[in-house]
């Protein structure tokens, strides 16, 4: 047998394991999130539908997808992508994030034909967008946390760096962030920032 020690429970494991309301609590606050997700959905169709003539029609066709998981680096999340246009060399999506002990974020995503249509929109008007905004500079383009390897504040990037991730990388990601203590505000810091996203796009 294995070494039993690796299987013992310590004192605050014997605690959860034996407590069945943390655990309910748990699903409780997911349900809420997801209900948050479907309400910023229904706000975003809307903004949508005021940009949609100048808009690709697979943006302005494209439906929200609200999706769970239990292990994001461990720790569970919802998701929401919309608009959400994917394929294996184009992309154009912005996911809305809640990550459990860590906070709600928003990220546009573009790649492929997506990139090449709005990127000198984006460097032009990438200030507009939020003072808080990140951007991607890490080669894998599906990792969503804030570390210093994957994520930079962009007011931390001289203008050349900036030319240089948005015009020559093969994807582009901006993010902003929210601390899961504004929960109150987060529908409308959500809502705020995929009209300045959209906006940005626009010109």
Excluded at 20 to 49: H, P
Excluded at 57 to 80: F, H, R
Aim: net charge neutral; charged share 25%.
């Amino acid at each position: 047998m294995s070494n039993i020690s690796k299987l013992l429970l310590s004192d605050e494991e014997q605690q959860l394991v034996n407590n069945t309301r943390w655990i309910l609590t748990k699903r409780v606050v997911i349900d809420k999130v997801c209900q948050l997700m479907a309400d910023v959905a229904e706000s975003q169709k809307q903004i949508i539908e005021k940009e949609k003539n100048w808009l690709p029609p697979d943006i302005t066709l494209s439906t929200p997808k609200i999706a769970k998981g239990e292990n994001y680096l461990q720790l569970p999340y919802v998701l929401l992508d919309y608009p959400r246009c994917f394929d294996t060399a184009n992309i154009f999506a912005v996911r809305t994030m809640f990550w459990w002990g860590n906070f709600f974020s928003i990220t546009l995503h573009v790649s492929g034909a997506y990139k090449q249509l709005f990127q000198e929109r984006i460097l032009e008007n990438i200030d507009l967008a939020n003072p808080g905004i990140f951007i991607c500079i890490n080669e894998n383009q599906w990792h969503h946390h804030f570390e210093a390897l994957n994520y930079k504040p962009v007011h931390q990037l001289s203008a050349k760096e900036r030319k240089t991730l948005i015009l020559e990388n093969q994807f582009v990601k901006l993010a902003v962030k929210f601390p899961l203590q504004q929960w109150n505000e987060i529908p409308r810091l959500l809502d705020r920032s995929f009209k300045a996203i959209i906006e940005m796009l626009k010109g």
